[in-house]
């Protein structure tokens, strides 16, 4: 997913995406059915300020850790904080 900023438009935006789990090695999914699809919903913030590009954001600690496991029971719902911030909080 990639967002280039075109139209300028500060605002908060709701993002939907499905993820879809395949066996491993397709690449073709046109003729496939996933084993799972679910649902991942979001927020995006985009500010009017503008600065450099060398303005990299950081997972916050809130953010699960890279390779992090969670084990969900069946019928259950789970919720997790995804959140970033630039490095050089000067720049906020």
Do not use: W
């Not at 709701?14 to 690449?27: K, N, Q, S, W």
């Not at 799972?36 to 913030?45: D, E, M, R, T």
């Not at 990299?56 to 259950?76: A, H, L, M, R, Y």
């Amino acid at each position: 997913m990639k967002y280039g900023g075109e139209n300028g438009t500060a605002g908060t935006y709701a993002v939907t995406l499905t993820l879809e789990d395949f066996p491993a090695g397709t690449t073709n999914f046109d003729n496939v059915r996933p084993f799972s699809a679910a649902g991942l919903q979001f927020l995006v913030i985009i500010s009017g300020q503008s600065g450099p590009c060398d303005d990299i954001p950081v997972f916050t600690d809130s953010t699960p850790q890279d390779g992090e496991c969670s084990e969900i029971q069946i019928g259950s719902a789970y919720t997790a904080v995804i959140e970033v911030q630039l490095a050089d909080f000067a720049k906020q």
